[in-house]
């Protein structure tokens, strides 16, 4: 059983910055995307950001510029570095790794609260 362990969500103020944490203990996959995704409480999941194995990545347009994505390969850990949070950045997060599989493992969720 794959488990990914999401971390550094809370609450913070408009205009500051969290870095939230994704990583398993698991091992002997190869893994390809990492990827973070949000929803808030309205809306449906959306792709915020994405890392592939060669380190490219893409993001949600409203995102670009204030969220950065990285990725450790050695720890099975993804990063995403939220900088310039507004409001309209509330929800909750989750991360998800994809393998050559291909298969899919998603995180548990972490909340993210961003007040005005």
């Known amino acids: 059983q794959v488990q990914l362990v999401e971390s550094g969500g809370g609450l913070v103020q408009a205009g500051g910055s969290l870095r939230l944490t994704c990583r398993t203990s698991s091992d002997g996959f190869s893994l390809n995307a990492m990827r973070w995704y949000r929803q808030a409480p309205t809306t449906p999941r959306e792709l915020v950001a994405s890392?592939?194995?060669?380190?490219?990545?893409d993001y949600l347009d409203s995102v670009k510029g204030r969220f950065t994505v990285s990725r450790d390969d050695i720890r099975n850990t993804v990063y995403l570095q939220m900088n310039n949070l507004n409001p309209e950045d509330t929800g909750v997060y989750y991360c998800?790794?994809?393998?050559?599989?291909?298969?899919?493992?998603w995180g548990q969720g972490i909340q993210v609260t961003v007040s005005s």
């Open positions: 998800k790794f994809e393998t050559w599989g291909p298969q899919e493992y």
């Open positions: 890392v592939m194995r060669g380190g490219d990545t």
